[in-house]
């Protein structure tokens, strides 16, 4: 056999390997409740737009330009008002195959080896695992429970520019932050904006899961703040309507799209599904959204109550706002990182601290997805994992008020 | 307004433009004519796949794992055998967003500035300018109506390796060249590969195009030929049911695939498209491709009518076996790259030769795509093109066989 490595590029990350299925217990991914996707619906909003504008797919971006399905833009204009406060108009919308593509045309466009950006010290393993392929120093941030430390910002910012170094962005998931779920204030989003501002620096905004708030209240987005049209802004559909649904976006000044857009080079994200979306989501968005976060607050609860159950005072966490996550703490004996590859072993997926923060105690951390696993499956899977983590650290010692053994 | 060029990289491709809408007469681009939207059958599978597999959209990858939704691979696994004589497994085959991203995937799996590749002296300008942007190399091989030149090939690869040159890999379209329409020859395809054995090179083949054969009759694929698994394939289904779909694949041993498989950073490609891609083709993709193939045949019979009624013995071409395009050659006295420019201001889009095309006279040469435009839209766009022609450089003098003023 032909050993394609004689050819390839010295400097590519590690080879994928073989996909081994799913685990019986999977706490990680992105992944939404089955149960929630709105098949009747999707399939009714199909079968309207073939119907009505099926022909269009014989055109490379249906005849909307490569921005994206114009259907889909002029809805997210809405959208973006609505839930984030943004004002804008469709060309400063760019459709992406998730938000996934939108973050690497992001950093291709901004990002060389030696580069430095600003990121929030616990963020979401994708953003680190990018950064550090692309051999870019992050400078890391703390979070409390009101959102990026803006003192500590505000000093890393004066230290940095003593140093001569200038970050190439901000990155930020303000609302819903991923993994802890908190929502940034909105004094100190306006802190965080004076400061780049101050250092003329570019933010980028993540706000993947920022309508899966339970309260639906949440402040103005960064971008809907700005006045100086400093903001990159990133969403996506995968985490209210679908994940295997590709379709996310950007909203950024043309003179970031338009660099976007030149790199973007795969003749179109997937046009029948952003018409599909498109469709769906301007009569059922809304409804569907408090639905599903009806759904997602109830498997939370239950995952809570199972920790609780199961880990008692050997977890520690904050009851997150909104998400489909829990950012867990376990005693200084746990090592998470070992933690899961056991729990593997087991049958049971989890996130380690060290993959989603740079925080010093992030090896006892670890993040719990809990929106696709149906209530059985997330208190099994507690169990089990606590089960798992007394066999090789001894703790928790207690399970349901009895000793384990 | 922040201007993003501050923070982006020095080594960018041009910014876009502002897209400006679709020219009256639209010669350019890989569409499909849209009345062979097989609409009411896309609906159908939609409606079935919805029904039955919805709730699978709810996780990344629809529980099939990166490499693509597995109904797909296993629908694939049957076309390639059946139309391009492939014997592969599910686990040989990626889905991609397109042969677009299969193509970004492959490159960047490969290739670094300063490398050499081979490839045909005229050929699909999506690679050469990717190439031309990653500053590789081309070596071109001509094509005659046998395909790719491989006496010429052979001098070629000997000359190379006399000065310790090794091209990354031999990229060809062998099966309806683009933009020739040329088959390449079963003789010629062995002695590709026993040239690629000898050197021990890589073979990039691109079958986008090759279902598109008017009489069904095409050579085993290099992949199907190859004993040394030194092929990598790739093809979409963009050609045969609908550009805007984005699903291609990419056929390959694990060496290559995991590679290609750790670059692919996008959570997956479009899973409703693969899924009723996968429903849609089970059932009807030999008979819509058979009706399909009638439709784009007397789409280019139009063609060619109206150009040889228009532009005489102006025009040169080889009528094509199967495809979407012709290449035409006209006389010394025309710059295409300047019709072009005239054209486009006429409202007629046409691919000048020197962007497909590495020939000395390719300024002579023009790439006309006629599967989307209608008969009469054609008929009339080729008299436009004719008028601006001549209005230009003179030629063709004649129109309809009555002198042109």
Known sequence: MYDFSKVSRSDLPAPAIRWSGIPQFNFVGGHLAPESIPIEKLRNASNRVLSEKGSLLASYFVESGPQGYLGLR?????????????????????????????????????????????????NYGGAFSRLIQMGVNRVAIPVDNDGMCTDILSAELARLAAENVKPKYIYTVPTVHNPSGTIMSLERRKQLLELASKYDLAVYEDECYA????????????????????????????????????????????????????????????????????????????????????????????????????????????????????????????????????????GIAINPGPEWSMQKDSSQHLRLCFAKPDLKNIEEGVEALARVCFERFGIPEFGSNQPRN
């Open 211 to 346: 309508d899966l708030v339970w309260s639906g209240d949440r402040p103005p987005s960064l971008y809907g703040l700005d006045k100086e049209s400093r903001v990159v802004h990133i969403g996506t559909f995968s985490k209210t309507v679908a994940p295997a649904l590709r379709v996310g976006y950007i909203v950024a000044n043309w003179s970031l799209l338009s660099r976007l857009l030149s790199l973007k080079t795969d003749a179109g994200s997937g046009a029948l599904e952003q018409m599909i979306l498109a469709e769906f989501c301007e009569e059922h968005f809304d409804n569907h959204l408090s639905e599903l976060n009806k759904l997602l607050k109830m498997k939370l609860d239950t995952l809570v109550a199972a920790i609780d159950r199961e880990f008692g005072t050997s977890a520690s966490y904050d009851y997150p706002p909104g998400g489909i996550f829990l950012w867990l703490k376990l005693p200084d004996a746990v090592d998470t990182e070992l933690l899961a590859k056991v729990a593997l072993d087991a």
């Open 74 to 122: 002029e809805y997210l204009v809405k959208k973006l008002d609505r839930y984030s406060s943004i004002s804008c108009n469709t060309d400063d919308i760019l459709v992406t195959s998730g938000s996934s593509q939108a973050m690497d045309l992001i950093n291709w466009a901004l990002l060389e080896r030696g580069d430095t950006v600003i990121v929030e010290e616990s």
